[in-house]
């Protein structure tokens, strides 16, 4: 089985998460400003062919987690809207980008499992219906936590509790008791970005 970590280069210690990785997981940093969603797909096919592999079970998006009004993988795409997606479902259709995204792991990599790593994500009304919309349109299960995530001294966990999955072990080696953040809080990066209480990674607010 192969696994691989989509790691948001915004995260305060990217670095100690991506030298984390235990030995069944694959590693690609999204750098926010200059990858788009096509050179990603590119690097998880090079990296396919490097390492001779044809299926990745599980793919897990790490960033930080937030309830803004949109969201994006990327700085290089269309926004998607998650203000207000409950009282007007026609929003939905923003999402087609990352329908499409995660459909393509689906035909490419056989995979079954996209888990959005951030905290707090499914305690949202809104997240809640966009992970439904997900799991409906591309046939994945789509998991996430509804509480801290990160460090287990600032109260985190690595428990995605909509399956209720640790995937401490799935993912990582016990080094990754060495990340000494949660995936919210305050932080000032190396990218120059002041980013409030929940941090914006995966939301274009910064132009």
Known sequence: ????????NRISEHTKIVSSANSTTKVVVI?????TLETIKNRIVDLKTKE????????AYVAHGHNEQRFKFVHDMEPCVLRD????????????????????FKVVANTSNFDFVGCRLASYASWRTI????????????????????NVKLGGDWTLETDNINIKTLYFTDSINGFTHLLYEKYFNNHG???SNYSLAGCDLFN
Request: hydrophobic content about 35%; charged content about 30%.
């Open 1 to 8: 089985m192969v696994n691989l970590l989509l790691v948001d």
């Open 31 to 35: 750098d926010y400003r200059h990858d």
């Open 52 to 59: 001779r592999f044809n299926e990745i079970t599980n793919v």
């Open 85 to 104: 997606i409950n009282r007007d479902v026609s929003k939905l259709s923003s999402w087609s980008h990352v329908v499409n995204f995660l459909k393509w």
């Open 131 to 150: 992970f439904r919309h997900l799991e409906d349109e591309t046939d994945l299960n789509i998991r996430a936590s509804d509480n801290d995530t990160g």
């Open 193 to 195: 970005y002041t980013e």
